[in-house]
């Protein structure tokens, strides 16, 4: 998944080496193994990178998702080559934490210069 512009001076100068090597360790293939809650597999997601994503045929794009969502601790107990169903599915609660608190701040601030 693209790194945000705002996000990407927490990553390591490495960081395309780091995920290309968690990739790697997956054999190309999703590591998800359900923790992502979609509830459309059994055991490890099969979509492999470049192949057709079970269910919606889409090509499947591995990435590799911080399991603590924090970019700074790229340790490999935390990385997980996951496809991009998987990988948005699992942020999804991250995702819906930070909207809130975009939303909450650009509030505030209209509200100082209104």
Known sequence: MPIRPENRSRYP???P????RIKKRAGGRC???GEC???THDGRCPNVHGGNAYGTGSKVILTTAHLDH???N???DNLKAMCQGCHLHYDREHHAQTAYRTRREGKAIAELFP
């Open 13 to 15: 100068e490495d960081w």
């Open 17 to 20: 080496v780091i995920s290309t």
């Open 31 to 33: 590591e998800c193994e």
């Open 37 to 39: 809650g979609r509830g």
């Open 70 to 72: 924090t970019p700074e």
């Open 74 to 76: 790229c340790g490999d």
